[in-house]
């Protein structure tokens, strides 16, 4: 167990549903992350919460739209999402220790 | 704007073959250089912060050496179970973790 959960572990949706993703940390972190993983590409970061107040939106389509309710979760809530936004969906969490940010196992999700 | 760039994309290497991988980057004011090991399917683990240049870190086959421009995780004697892909990021002042897209390594038997 990482100390990140995120839930579910694989998603299908269609174009036209609405789906949301769940990130959970026990930590005692201050700062939670979203990024996406493509193949062949970096990670890219998406969102970025302090102390639950959302501190960056890295140019993200506004169809990905973010929650964070309390500084232990955060949510990704999708709808009407595009094929091209098939890829693992990493949440994670940090306070500025030296270890950098500890993530969860990721939401691997496939558009059709 | 930060950025990480590593060498090889992938690396195939036969049990016991010492090899490195290249992490170049480019940073206003380092706070860290992570280095990260990702098993398919799951999120990236991490591995070690360096600092400044000069510095080294060691944990079981894996070394990371740090420069001004450049980190290097070196693998020694590998196993099968090293196999994966690693990953490096930098961290400049207050920013995020900036990531480069990874060597993927496989040791074979």
């Known amino acids: 167990e990482t100390g990140v959960t995120q839930t579910p572990r694989h998603l299908v949706m269609g174009m036209t549903n609405k789906k949301s993703l769940k990130c959970e940390q026990h930590l005692g972190h201050n700062a939670m992350y979203w990024y996406k993983q493509s193949a062949k590409k970096p990670l890219e970061l998406m969102f970025v919460y302090n102390f639950k107040e959302q501190t960056e939106n890295n140019s993200v389509p506004s169809r990905f739209s973010p929650e964070c309710p309390n500084s232990s979760h955060l949510f990704l809530h999708l709808h009407t999402l595009q094929p091209e936004d098939s890829a693992l969906y990493l949440c994670?969490?940090?306070?500025?220790?030296?270890?950098?940010?500890?993530f969860g196992s990721g939401t691997r999700l496939t558009v059709v | 704007e930060d950025q990480v760039t590593q060498s090889p994309e992938a690396l195939r290497l036969q049990e016991g073959e010492s090899s490195s991988l290249n992490c170049s980057y480019t940073v206003s004011g380092l706070r860290g250089l992570f280095w990260y090991r990702q098993d398919p399917g799951k999120g990236p683990e991490f591995l070690f912060t360096l600092y400044s240049a000069g510095e080294e870190k060691e944990k079981e086959r894996l070394k990371a050496t740090l420069t001004k421009k450049e980190s290097f995780l070196h693998i020694t004697a590998p196993k099968p179970e090293d196999s994966a892909t690693y990953l490096c990021?930098?961290?400049?002042?207050?920013?995020?973790?900036?990531f480069g897209k990874g060597t993927r390594l496989s040791v074979i038997a």
């Open positions: 990021a930098v961290q400049g002042g207050n920013t995020p973790l900036v």
């Open positions: 994670a969490s940090g306070s500025g220790s030296p270890y950098g940010y500890t």
